[in-house]
């Protein structure tokens, strides 16, 4: 059974009489030649001495029109026996049928199959290749001798996956053979990751919709690569609107249906469109003989060879209808010139169109004398062979040793078709001509392919290039062998294609997938800070320890810089300058007081306690340097004990000096409104002795005590002595319990790690400078309740203005340290120490050192006395000597 013809004759549809066999139409030259390839073999096995000898091989050949309901109607005729098919219904006479050679694509066979497969009639196919066919359950007696489609879509999908495409689109044809490649094909790139862009099916009754719609499909998709499972007949139409639209930039893959097809590779202007094809075909053999087989055929033979001359050198060979053909031409031709002799030119006409039966095959140009690609043919030439040998097994069977019930054989005049059945699954041999060794493995055979590249000759003709090999038979790794430098691609460029929704997202970013689209479709997102890719086409992003951070192109973790305020930066070495040389002021300062250390000025107000803060400065002015550098844990527990004991000897040293003075301005305000009460009781004294009738003793006013200092220098040096000491014994339960310590702080800067010092414990921090706090604010206080002690060196107000400096830096400070990170942090502390120390400095000592070394005139106990002022506001002295003029005059008048 092979499908001579293409179709079957359009017939009006006629539900009101029986319906007869409808004829074919279209002929196929390759499927003719296949025709000739099986008399051809079965010439050779009757006419060889080694296989059949005591038997020849017969034949009946049925056209299946390449349709399901001829291969049909075929196949029950051959059960039948008749040309009347009567299903169940057995009317043959002479020789046996052995078995169906058959029956074209493998929706013909699939439908035969199942008729054949009740009776156990055995089948064997020559291209029915469709996987469904694997299934002995359903087709007990199918064979074939085209591998299994299985094996192509896999060698398909390896071809898409080795040169790295992952956009491409598919057509079927809309048979089985189309649908179940396709999808075989489809299942295998997907689960490697390959998107299908568009899926299109061929339909078996041509339709300009339904083919412009695919061409439509195919110019719209940005997929360079198209698939395509179908036959040489169904693709054809859509080669034409291919070719009509001009689409030439596509790549196409083809099944071995149409890959070696001469009907499409003769197409006029294919080379445009299907250029650079690559495809997989049968294995190619040639068949020595057969081509002077093929060009010695009898036009005469048969209905078949008739139709087939006719069709190729477009003559008829019936005189009959050539005669007929020429008579109608001359009436046509009389007719439109008017000529009233028609008649009896008609009588004279000379037949037109008739062959003469001696036309030269050799130089006819079409399918069925190319035998240069052999491939189908070449299974059509096993099958035949494959039955021979199957009958020789049978003929030869040695009675008791046969495969059947007691051993015995097979009549081979008289057998069940499930007795050939047995030998033809069996069936082992060499074929002929070409050395194969070929057999069944559970009806199929194995996947041996050649890949195959459409190109062009320098004389403009279509060649088809063996660039690889595919065997289903190899290992996983090595069942396709290709040579990509021999392929000559679409356009005739040498560069392999590049097909792809998105392209590649590189080392650094990852997928993003796009919404609604398949997963092939996908955006590259960059890596976000902390995060890198270092492989292509990466899904996430890989977070990068905690040490380390990612690079500018996110695609290697790199470690964090360690950053730290370091004593060899310039920032650094100016912080050491500026601690150095304000310890080396305040120790000068300290030098001008111990050489001045008798005179009053450094005296007044215990000079123990100047030196006791000048220390203290020294203290804060050196701690500051050891916040520089990498933090360890002795010179965290150093820097912030240092600078918490250094401002609290440093405040109560100030608070010391400070209480003394407001009690002094306590006692000079008690001097005031005891002089201001004498006044009064004077002047009303004075009012009553111009009286003469009133006498009024005014009593004296208590004499003030003329020691004004409360407070003795041991008791201020036992303050500033128990101040620090409640500081101490806090800091050295601070460093017992919960000691400051190194930390890494990677919170503050991602790409940085931050060598800091951690307090330990909030709670004692808070605790130890709020202590510092509380000193500050008494000093302040006591000094400010000074500030208008009256004197030539006003100390209460250089205190008032050194602890506003020393306020102003810190509440400046809480802004400036919680706005910036890093190193920084640490400068902003180490200027806030130096800055509030300078100021204490300035304003506490400038003005002494000034009198000491520029005025020391103004260095007498004189000048640092308090004074008060007088009733009329004028100084009048120091509070001493106020105190006695008072009480004398108070008394004297009395």
């Not at 066979?109 to 009639?121: D, K």
């Not at 502390?829 to 204490?840: E, P």
Request: hydrophobic letters at 40%; aromatic letters at 10%; one cysteine or more.
């Amino acid at each position: 059974m092979f499908s001579v013809h293409n179709h079957l004759a359009s017939t009006a549809s006629n539900t009101t009489s029986e319906p007869v066999s409808t004829g074919c139409e279209g002929f196929n030259f390759r499927a003719f030649r296949w025709t000739q390839t099986m008399l051809f073999a079965i010439k050779e096995i009757n006419a060889s001495p080694d296989l059949l000898p005591e038997t020849d091989l017969g034949y009946v050949i049925y056209d299946s029109c390449f349709t399901i309901s001829k291969a049909v109607e075929g196949t029950l005729t051959y059960l039948t026996g008749q040309d009347e098919a009567v299903p169940n219904y057995r009317c043959g006479s002479g020789p046996p049928l052995a078995a169906l050679v058959g029956a074209g694509g493998s929706d013909l066979s699939i439908a035969t199959a199942r008729i054949l497969g009740l009776y156990y009639f055995p089948q064997v196919s020559y291209s029915s290749s469709c996987s469904v066919l694997e299934s002995q359950f359903q087709f007990p007696t199918f064979l074939r001798t085209i591998p299994s489609d299985v094996h192509q879509s896999s060698a398909m999908a390896q071809v898409v996956l080795h040169f790295g495409w992952t956009w491409v689109g598919t057509i079927a044809s809309d048979d089985d053979y189309g649908k179940y490649g396709i999808k075989e094909f489809k299942e295998q790139v997907e689960e490697a990751g390959v998107c299908i862009s568009f899926s299109e099916t061929l339909p078996k009754v041509s339709s300009s919709e339904d083919i412009q719609r695919i061409v439509q499909a195919v110019v719209k998709s940005t997929a360079k690569i198209v698939v395509v499972f179908s036959s040489d007949v169904d693709l054809s139409p859509l080669l034409d609107e291919l070719l009509q639209q001009n689409v030439t930039n596509r790549t196409w893959i083809a099944s071995e249906a149409w890959v070696t097809s001469a009907a499409i590779a003769r197409h006029p202007g294919i080379q445009q469109v299907l250029g650079g094809t690559l495809g997989f075909g049968l294995r190619h053999a040639d068949i020595p003989g057969l081509q002077a087989h093929l060009l010695n055929i009898d036009p005469y033979e048969h209905p078949l060879t008739e139709e087939f001359w006719e069709t190729a050198f477009n003559c008829t060979l019936d005189y009959g209808r050539a005669l007929r053909n020429g008579k109608a031409r001359a009436v046509r031709a009389a007719l439109e010139a008017g000529n009233t002799t028609a008649t009896r030119a008609v009588a004279r006409v000379v037949p037109e169109g008739l062959c003469s039966g001696r036309e030269s095959l050799q130089h006819l140009n079409n399918t069925y004398t190319d035998v240069s690609q052999l491939r189908l043919t070449y299974s059509v030439y096993k099958a035949v062979y494959t039955v021979a040998h199957a009958l020789h097994n049978l003929e030869h069977c040695e009675p008791g040793k046969g495969p059947f019930e007691n051993g015995t054989c097979a009549d081979i005049d008289n057998f069940e078709p499930w007795q050939l059945m047995y030998y033809l699954k069996n069936v082992q041999f060499v074929v002929r001509h070409t050395g194969e060794r070929f057999e069944f493995k559970d009806g199929d055979v194995d996947g041996l392919y050649d890949i195959i590249n459409w190109q062009m000759t320098p004389a403009g003709e279509l060649s088809y290039v063996q660039v690889g090999f595919y065997n289903s038979t190899a290992p996983d790794n090595s069942r396709m062998t290709i040579n990509n430098a021999s392929i000559i691609w679409n356009n005739d460029v040498l560069e392999v294609p590049h097909s792809v929704c998105s392209e590649i997202c590189q080392p650094g970013t990852r997928k993003g997938i796009r919404q609604g689209e398949p997963v092939c479709c996908f955006d590259c997102i960059p890596c976000a800070d902390g995060e890198i890719s270092n492989t292509t086409d990466s899904r996430a992003c890989i977070q990068c320890s905690e040490d380390y951070w990612s690079n500018a192109n996110r695609d290697t973790c790199v470690p964090k810089t360690i950053e730290f305020l370091d004593f060899g930066e310039p920032l650094g070495i100016t912080l050491i300058a500026i601690s150095a040389f304000g310890a080396l002021v305040t120790i000068v300062v300290a030098g001008v007081f111990l050489v001045h250390l008798r005179t009053p000025m450094v005296q007044v107000n215990d000079a123990l306690l100047s030196f006791f803060l000048l220390f203290s400065l020294v203290v804060t002015f050196l701690c500051s340097i050891v916040f520089l550098g990498e933090p360890h844990p002795w010179s965290c527990m150093t820097s912030q004990v240092a600078l918490a004991l250094g401002f609290a000897l440093c405040l109560s040293s100030i608070m010391g000096k400070s209480v003394i003075l407001m009690l002094r301005a306590c006692a000079i305000k008690q001097v005031r409104s005891a002089a201001k009460a004498a006044a009064k009781a004077a002047a009303a004294a004075t009012a009553a002795e111009q009286s003469p009738d009133v006498v009024q003793t005014t009593p004296a006013p208590p004499a003030p005590k003329t020691d004004a200092d409360a407070l003795k220098p041991a008791h201020q040096r036992a303050m500033v002595v128990v101040c620090t000491l409640v500081q101490a014994v806090a800091c050295t339960v601070w460093l017992c319990l919960l000691p400051p310590h190194p930390t890494k702080n990677m919170a503050s800067q991602n790409i940085k790690i931050i060598l800091e010092c951690d307090p330990g414990s909030v709670v004692f921090i808070s605790c130890i400078f709020a202590y510092d706090i509380l000193l500050a604010l008494l000093a302040f206080g006591f000094a400010f309740t000074a500030r208008k002690l009256e004197d030539h060196f006003s100390e209460a107000k250089s205190i008032t203005f050194g602890m506003l400096v020393f306020f102003i830096v810190w509440i400046s400070f809480v802004p400036a340290y919680l706005s910036t990170r890093g190193k920084f942090m640490v400068a902003v502390q180490i200027f806030a120490i130096l800055a509030s120390s300078f100021g204490l400095l300035a304003c506490i000592f400038l003005p002494k050192c000034y009198v000491l070394l520029v005025k020391p005139e103004q260095n007498t106990q004189e000048q640092m006395r308090p004074r008060v002022k007088g009733a009329d506001g004028s100084n009048t002295g120091t509070s001493a000597s106020l105190t006695t003029t008072t009480v004398s005059t108070v008394s004297v008048d009395g």
